[in-house]
């Protein structure tokens, strides 16, 4: 059973589109986090987000928590080159343990120049 | 700062051979540490964590084991690898429930 359910799986868009990404669980969240993956390279870290339909902007990235905090978008405004890579979304499940955060299995976003 | 490392970055390996991978963090004390595995490129499946010395938890039953001989120090191994271990090792600490990975080791079993 997936906990964190990314979609979509794949996204091909032109420089200058918007576009979001979705992460959806049936599980509550303490936290979420979205990091960013370039090939052959460890995730980075982008943004956590804690409240309940809290939003948090990061440049033209827009990351929303869902009120019952089981859910998550990340919303990109005029996509750059630049913002390809694989997306990733990971949350400390509420009540459960603290050491272990659980990863959704991505959006791989190409954004073609 | 804390800084992590992993080494080898890349490895070939055939099957039977064992494995050592290696992961040393720098710039913090008692650090939780994790192994995870990623398959093509998308999500992470964890495989160990570690919150000190000598305590490994295994999640997933599997042909690698973990040990941490040291606080910084983090080492996956197997005795005898299978093709189904071939994939992108990363390593990984927590700084509160944020967690900061290292650059990875890219396994190609034949």
């Given at each position: 059973t997936q906990l964190l359910?990314?979609?979509?799986?794949?996204?091909?868009?032109?420089?200058?589109?918007?576009?979001?990404?979705?992460?959806?669980?049936?599980?509550?969240?303490?936290?979420?986090?979205?990091?960013?993956?370039?090939?052959?390279?460890?995730?980075?870290?982008?943004?956590?987000?804690?409240?309940?339909?809290?939003?948090?902007?990061?440049?033209?990235?827009?990351?929303?928590?869902?009120?019952?905090?089981?859910?998550?978008?990340?919303?990109?405004?005029?996509?750059?080159?630049?913002?390809?890579?694989?997306?990733?979304?990971?949350?400390?499940?509420?009540?459960?343990?603290?050491?272990?955060?659980?990863?959704?299995?991505?959006?791989?976003?190409?954004?073609?120049p | 700062s804390q800084t992590i490392h992993q080494w080898p970055a890349t490895l070939v390996q055939p099957v039977g051979s064992p494995l050592s991978l290696e992961c040393t963090v720098e710039g913090t004390s008692n650090p939780n540490l994790y192994w995870y595995r990623q398959a093509a490129g998308r999500g992470l499946q964890l495989l160990f964590y570690s919150v000190g010395i000598g305590q490994i938890s295994s999640e997933v039953p599997q042909n690698l084991s973990a040990s941490r001989p040291q606080d910084r120090q983090f080492i996956l191994s197997s005795k005898k690898l299978l093709l189904s271990d071939s994939g992108f090792y990363l390593c990984a600490w927590t700084g509160g429930e944020t967690q900061y990975f290292g650059p990875g080791t890219r396994l190609l079993v034949l």
């Open positions: 359910e990314q979609s979509p799986q794949f996204l091909s868009i032109q420089e200058g589109e918007n576009l979001t990404v979705y992460c959806n669980s049936s599980s509550v969240f303490s936290s979420l986090q979205w990091y960013r993956q370039e090939p052959g390279e460890g995730p980075v870290l982008l943004v956590t987000v804690v409240t309940g339909g809290e939003v948090k902007k990061l440049k033209r990235l827009t990351f929303q928590f869902g009120d019952a905090r089981k859910d998550s978008s990340l919303h990109i405004t005029a996509a750059q080159p630049g913002d390809t890579g694989l997306y990733l979304c990971a949350g400390v499940i509420s009540g459960g343990s603290n050491y272990k955060l659980t990863f959704g299995k991505g959006t791989l976003l190409t954004v073609n | -």
